[in-house]
Every structure is written in C-alpha cells, then in structure tokens.
C-alpha cells in the first residue's frame, strides 16, 4: 500500500495552480504523504494546444506532455479539457481540477486520496 503520491502541478509562479492543462509550461513534481510536501523538480513542457510557438496542435504533442507525468499519480490543474483527462486517465494518472494555492490543495488532495486507498 501506498503511502505517499506523487503530484504533477500546473503553476506558472510556484505558488498557486494556476495553469490549464493543454497551456502549462512547466509541471511542479510534489510527493506527499497528506500531511507533508515535498518538491521533487520542476519539470519544462511544451504545452499540448494554444499557439504556433508552443507547437500547436501537433498531434503528438498531447502524448509528449502525458509521458512527462508517466510517474505521478495525479496531476493538479486550474483546467482540463476533456481530451487531455482521458489520456491521462488512461495513463492512470487522475486529472484534478483544484485551482488555488498548491499547499492547501495539494495537502488536501493526498489527504483524501491516501485515506481512501487505505480502506
């Protein structure tokens, strides 16, 4: 059994999630155990849809940026198109939307799901 999770979050600033899936430039790497965090890395990405200068809609572009969460178990975004929640979830990573301050969210959310991977 689990007893920590590994987050990707979706933050422009380091401070709040902020991000939408499909824009994000980069991914902050958490572990948590619910009651404590812990940064791993920040991980650059080239973000699946918007403009030319981020590639597009290439269509590989949306595989690239779910294989560079391959390891993590959830991923905290302002917003996720449905598209993008499917190939995560397929990847069994969770897409969660949970814009707000990443602390607060993030403690929250491994609280919860921690608990719920223990009964």
Avoid: W
């Amino acid at each position: 059994m689990k007893d920590t999770l590994r987050l990707a979050v979706a933050s422009g600033d380091g401070k709040v999630i902020n991000q939408h899936f499909g824009k994000a430039t980069q991914f902050i790497i958490i572990e948590s155990d619910g009651e404590t965090l812990k940064v791993i890395e920040t991980r650059k990405n080239s973000p699946a849809c918007g403009t030319l200068e981020y590639g597009g809609h290439a269509e590989d572009s949306l595989e690239r940026c779910v294989a560079l969460l391959n390891d993590c178990d959830a991923v905290l975004v302002a917003r996720v198109g449905g598209g993008a929640a499917d190939a995560l979830e397929s990847r069994g990573i969770e897409p969660v939307e949970a814009p707000g301050f990443i602390r607060e969210n993030a403690l929250a959310y491994a609280k919860y799901r921690l608990a719920n991977m223990r009964k």
